[in-house]
Nanobody
Framework: QVQLVESGGGLVQPGGSLRLSCAASGSIFSCAVTAWYRQAPGKQRDAVASITIGGDTGYADSVKGRFTISRDNAKNTVYLQMNNLKPEDTGVYYC?????????WGQGTQVTVSS
């Protein structure tokens, strides 16, 4: 069983930066995929960025060049560095981990981009 706790969200002005962290209670070393999802108000939850156990990354078109996902297996932590934030990046950000057939979600952290 893996429990995920996100942190790092908050209120930021357009053009600003935030770094989200997702700390796992158990080892994620062998987990194939870790990812960040975003759910904007009134919309479905969509994938923002993902990283595989081999280090391959993928990003939604809307965040390419601005967001960077990384994972530190020694610390059992996944990060999302978000730069040049835009109002449309506002939403609840969820951490997701897939370990074999098991899938885990964090409770989410709110990111609000507003002047």
């Amino acid at each position: 069983q893996v429990q995920l706790v996100e942190s790092g969200g908050g209120l930021v002005q357009p053009g600003g930066s935030l770094r989200l962290s997702c700390a796992a209670s158990g080892s994620i070393f062998s987990c194939a995929v870790t990812a960040w999802y975003r759910q904007a108000p009134g919309k479905q939850r969509d994938a923002v960025a993902s990283i595989t156990i081999g280090g391959d990354t993928g990003y939604a078109d809307s965040v390419k060049g601005r967001f960077t996902i990384s994972r530190d297996n020694a610390k059992n932590t996944v990060y999302l560095q978000m730069n040049n934030l835009k109002p449309e990046d506002t939403g609840v950000y969820y951490c997701y981990v897939q370990c074999s057939l098991n899938r885990y979600w964090g409770q989410g952290t709110q990111v609000t981009v507003s002047s």
